[in-house]
C-alpha cells in the first residue's frame, strides 16, 4: 500500500483517510486539504473530522498550519464547530492559556490542552514513549485558535504555534515506576 493514495484510489476524502495508518493519516489529510483549495469551509471541515484522529502530525505541522491560517481568514469558527465544541469554545476568554507534554524538540506543535494533568500524560507519551518528556504552558489569543476537540475528554486546542504567548519549557516532572523513568508529574 502506497504511503499516500491519489484522488482516484477511492470515492472521498473520508475513505482515504480512514484507510491510512494513524501515522501517514496527517500527511493524507494536508493532500485532501489541498485538493479543496479554494473552499476553505471544506478543508477546514475536514481538519474538524481528521484533525485529531492522527499520531504524528508534527511533521506536518507547518503545511496544515498554513492552509487553516488561509481557510480561517474567511470562515469563522465558532460558526462551523458542531455542539457542545461550540459552547465549549464560546466559554473560553479572549487568552486561553494552555499546555502540552511532549518530546524535547516538539515544543511548538498544533496540539494542546486546558489541562495539565492531560499534557502531563502526553509528556510520557500515549503510544510510545518520550525519552525526554517536556511540559510546555503558553498563551493563544482565542483568534489564533485552528480546531478544537473535546470528544476523548482532552479538552484539546489547536493552535498557531507562530501566535503562542508567554511560552515556558520545562523537562516533565520524572517518577520512578517498577524500576523504570516515567515523565508523570504529581
Known amino acids: 500500500m502506497e504511503t499516500y493514495f491519489t484522488k482516484r484510489d477511492f470515492d472521498t476524502a473520508d475513505k482515504r483517510l480512514a484507510e491510512c495508518t494513524s501515522y501517514k493519516r496527517a500527511g493524507q489529510l494536508v493532500l485532501e486539504m489541498v485538493w479543496e483549495r479554494g473552499a476553505p469551509l471544506k478543508q477546514v471541515a475536514l481538519f474538524l473530522e481528521w484533525g485529531n484522529v492522527g499520531d504524528a502530525p508534527f511533521q506536518c505541522r507547518k503545511a496544515l498550519a498554513d492552509i487553516l491560517r488561509e481557510a480561517l481568514k474567511q470562515v469563522r469558527l465558532a460558526d462551523v464547530l458542531k455542539e457542545p465544541e461550540q459552547t465549549w469554545f464560546e466559554s473560553l476568554g479572549v487568552e486561553i492559556p494552555i499546555y502540552r507534554g511532549c518530546e524535547k524538540g516538539r515544543e511548538r506543535g498544533l496540539h494542546w490542552t486546558v489541562d495539565l494533568a492531560v499534557a502531563r500524560g ?51 516532572p520524572a517518577l520512578r515506576y517498577h524500576g523504570e523513568m516515567s515523565a508523570i508529574g504529581p
Open 122 to 172: 502526553f509528556a510520557t507519551g500515549k503510544r510510545c514513549i518520550n525519552r525526554h518528556p517536556t511540559l510546555v504552558s503558553a498563551c493563544i489569543p482565542k483568534e489564533q485558535v485552528f480546531a478544537v476537540f473535546i470528544d476523548r475528554e482532552e479538552h484539546e486546542i489547536v493552535a498557531d504555534y507562530r501566535r503562542l504567548r508567554r511560552v515556558k519549557i520545562e523537562p516533565a
